[in-house]
Antibody, heavy 128, light 108 residues
């Protein structure tokens, strides 16, 4: 089955840019939507954005409040997708998860969309 | 603030039934999903599309919706069900994913 694994630095300085990668195994990134989410310490879950593979680039959607700082890209050759988050502050300290966004088109109801599977997550601390 | 409202914490006696709710106008229009998160682990979907249980999820987990409230019901709650539960749906404003604040379930 599809498995995901996040990788990247555990510590980043304020004002810098975070770069994370999610390696996909057991499936192809050219299928489905792929997402980044995060969870601040002791807090709830937050969707950051997702991407759908479209040729050499991707069709992206971002959380509006983060849109100016977030960039998600996808690499079909390496079977992975990535997150860049710029202008970091302490508020960006969180566990960052990648996940597949499953989409099922429905006829009589709204489409079904759900996150599964998730990577194990990687803790990113923003501190000088 | 979250568009989806969940009770912060609930408790249930071992073997009993508990309903965890998620309230918001979102669920009138969009489906709700439910995720179980145990300490130190990533979330796992237990219900998607409001009522569908993924393969591998015990049938004691069920989902429903009425009006502006989606519910996750656990029948015959087991000790291993103790976890945080998050509902997720779509934002009315822009159709993007949004999560409830989460409910911590304690099994007594």
């Amino acid at each position: 089955q599809v498995q995901l694994q996040e990788s990247g630095p555990g510590l980043v300085k304020p004002s810098e840019t975070l770069s994370l990668t999610c390696a996909v195994s057991g499936g192809s990134v050219t299928d489905n939507y792929w997402s980044w989410l995060r969870q601040s310490p002791g807090k709830g879950l937050e969707w950051l954005g997702h991407i759908y593979y479209s040729g050499s680039s991707g069709d992206t959607h971002y959380k509006p409040s983060l849109k100016s700082r977030v960039l998600i890209s996808i690499d079909g050759a390496k079977n992975q997708f990535s997150l860049k988050l710029s202008s970091l502050t302490a508020a960006d300290t969180a566990i960052y998860y990648c996940a597949r966004l499953n989409v099922e088109t429905a006829v009589l109801t709204a489409d079904l969309n759900w996150f599964d599977p998730w990577g194990p997550g990687t803790l990113v601390t923003v501190s000088s | 603030s979250s568009e989806l409202t969940q009770d912060p914490a609930v408790s249930v006696a071992l073997g009993q039934t508990i309903r965890i709710t998620c309230q918001g106008d979102n669920v009138r229009k969009f489906h709700a999903n439910w995720y179980q998160q145990k300490p130190g682990q990533a979330p796992v979907v237990v219900i998607y599309g409001t009522t569908t249980r993924p393969s591998g999820i015990p049938d004691r987990f069920s989902g429903s919706s009425s009006g502006d409230t989606a519910s996750l019901t656990i029948s015959g709650t087991q000790a291993e069900d103790e976890a945080d539960y998050y509902c997720e749906s779509r934002a009315i404003s822009d159709d993007h994913p949004v999560f409830g604040g989460g409910t911590t379930l304690t099994v007594l």
